[in-house]
Every structure is written in structure tokens, then in C-alpha cells.
């Protein structure tokens, strides 16, 4: 996964370049509704103001891409916000663009090439025939060693759903007979519960000079489910 930042601006150019299937982006999206979010025309800020946040999430059939330019650290509320002259876009592995901003006019200069590697593509399984709440539970996925994190999440309409990280990578993770509780007043209910596996990276360096004045973000994550029935 590539990202790479350039403008039309002499301060502040802007190109965000990434390797990856389908490309879904925001500018600041992310941050809640209810806090006071806030903007800088890109225009206004020099590059080295400046910070780049990409997530890329693959779900086994398509990518989803977030990026977006803060106004100092990629914890800040402030976003540069993209003016006349500067663009984001996107770089298939076919060597399509696919541009995500601001259409660009004049010339742009490309600054850095920033890579985000996703973490290794895995499948996840699960009992195909209804699984007893009170019974042992087996999820099963195609393990992988490095540096990244595990978490599986299990949820539905008839229990109390829950997230756990996973200690290292077992390609596998084991739901005790009794750990599935189910909320209350459904106890007898059968139900769709959805499994779910991710295996993230993330790291804060390894970004292009012109961001490291203030801390980027640059996290893959490979998240896979599975749906089978609990029952009582």
C-alpha cells in the first residue's frame, strides 16, 4: 500500500497515492459527530504542518481506503482541507488513478512515497450446524506469524456479545461452553451470531520526511466474519 502527497501549492503539495482494490475516502470522517471538528484550506499550511493518516480494511473480496490530512499530529481535530490546485489519488495495482479529491490544475510535485503493507489474507470457519451456548465453540482461521494483532468479536440479537484480543496468532480461538450469554429474556432463544476475526498492523513511522515533524498513522487490517446459529 503506497501513499504518496503532492500540490500545485510551492508550500504545500498533495497527491495521496495508494496500492490497493477499491478505494472508499472521506476527509476526516472519522471523528465523531458530536465533537467540533474543524478545517485548513491545504493551501494555507506547508507540507511539514502536516500529518497523513491511511487505513486500509480488506474483507477477503475489496479494500476500503480512509485517508486524511491533519493539521499537526493524526490525532488533531484540525483537517487540512484540499483547495483549487490540489488533489488526492489513487493507485490500483493495475496502475489505474482513481482521483479522490480536489480535481488539480497546473503542475504538482510529487513529496515521498509512503508504504502501508497489509497483513498476511487468511479464511475463517466456524461449526456449520447450530452451536449450543452451552457448549464449546471453535473458531478456526489460517494462521500467520508477525508483528501484527488478533481480536475476535462475537455478536447477535439474543446474546451479550463481546471483543477479546488473541495472545500471538494460534489460528484459533476457543468460546468456552457458558461464555456465550444471552440477554436477558431470550435465554430460549435461537439466533444469527456473527463472528468476527481481525488481524491488524498500524505504525507511527517509516513516513516520507515531509511528514515527520508530527506523528502519522498508517494502519492495514484484515477482517473476516462468519454467521452461524447459536442456540440455548
Same mark, same amino acid.
Given at each position: 500500500?503506497? @501513499?504518496?502527497?503532492?500540490?500545485?501549492h510551492?508550500?504545500?503539495?498533495?497527491?495521496?497515492?495508494q496500492?490497493?482494490?477499491?478505494?472508499?475516502?472521506?476527509?476526516?470522517?472519522?471523528?465523531?459527530? @458530536?465533537?467540533?471538528?474543524?478545517?485548513?484550506?491545504?493551501?494555507?499550511?506547508?507540507?511539514?504542518?502536516?500529518?497523513?493518516?491511511?487505513?486500509?480494511?480488506?474483507?477477503?473480496?475489496?479494500?476500503?481506503?480512509?485517508?486524511?490530512?491533519?493539521?499537526?499530529?493524526?490525532?488533531?481535530?484540525?483537517?487540512?482541507?484540499? &483547495?483549487? *490546485?490540489?488533489?488526492?489519488?489513487?493507485?490500483?495495482?493495475?496502475?489505474?488513478?482513481?482521483?479522490l %479529491?480536489?480535481?488539480?490544475?497546473?503542475?504538482?510535485?510529487?513529496? *515521498?512515497?509512503?508504504?502501508?503493507?497489509?497483513?498476511?489474507?487468511?479464511? $475463517? &470457519?466456524?461449526?456449520?450446524?447450530?452451536?449450543?451456548?452451552?457448549?464449546?465453540?471453535?473458531?478456526?482461521?489460517?494462521?500467520?506469524?508477525g &508483528?501484527?494483532?488478533?481480536?475476535?468479536?462475537?455478536?447477535?440479537? @439474543?446474546?451479550?456479545?463481546?471483543?477479546?484480543?488473541?495472545?500471538?496468532?494460534? %489460528?484459533?480461538?476457543?468460546?468456552? %461452553?457458558?461464555?456465550?450469554?444471552? $440477554?436477558?429474556?431470550?435465554?430460549?432463544?435461537? @439466533?444469527?451470531?456473527?463472528?468476527?476475526?481481525?488481524?491488524?498492523?498500524?505504525?507511527?513511522? *517509516?513516513?516520507?520526511?515531509?511528514?515527520?515533524k508530527?506523528?502519522?498513522?498508517?494502519? *492495514?487490517?484484515? $477482517?473476516?466474519?462468519?454467521?452461524?446459529?447459536?442456540?440455548?
Amino acid at each position: 500500500m503506497i @501513499c504518496t502527497f503532492s500540490n500545485s501549492h510551492p508550500m504545500c503539495p498533495s497527491k495521496v497515492t495508494q496500492l490497493g482494490l477499491l478505494a472508499l475516502v472521506a476527509i476526516g470522517s472519522l471523528a465523531s459527530a @458530536c465533537v467540533k471538528k474543524e478545517s485548513v484550506d491545504s493551501t494555507d499550511i506547508a507540507t511539514q504542518g502536516m500529518s497523513l493518516e491511511f487505513h486500509v480494511t480488506n474483507d477477503g473480496t475489496q479494500s476500503k481506503v480512509y485517508t486524511a490530512l491533519h493539521v499537526g499530529s493524526y490525532q488533531s481535530l484540525v483537517w487540512a482541507k484540499l &483547495s483549487t *490546485g490540489d488533489e488526492l489519488v489513487l493507485y490500483a495495482p493495475d496502475g489505474n488513478q482513481h482521483r479522490l %479529491g480536489v480535481l488539480a490544475s497546473g503542475d504538482k510535485t510529487a513529496y *515521498g512515497t509512503n508504504t502501508l503493507v497489509l497483513p498476511p489474507s487468511f479464511t $475463517i &470457519s466456524a461449526p456449520a450446524a447450530a452451536a449450543s451456548r452451552a457448549e464449546t465453540l471453535k473458531l478456526s482461521w489460517t494462521r500467520s506469524d508477525g &508483528s501484527h494483532e488478533m481480536r475476535v468479536a462475537v455478536d447477535g440479537p @439474543c446474546i451479550i456479545g463481546f471483543t477479546r484480543q488473541v495472545i500471538g496468532d494460534p %489460528g484459533e480461538y476457543v468460546i468456552n %461452553g457458558g461464555e456465550l450469554k444471552p $440477554i436477558g429474556g431470550k435465554a430460549s432463544e435461537t @439466533c444469527k451470531v456473527t463472528a468476527t476475526v481481525t488481524r491488524t498492523v498500524s505504525t507511527n513511522s *517509516g513516513f516520507s520526511a515531509e511528514f515527520s515533524k508530527h506523528p502519522s498513522n498508517a494502519t *492495514g487490517i484484515q $477482517i473476516r466474519t462468519v454467521l452461524l446459529d447459536s442456540k440455548p
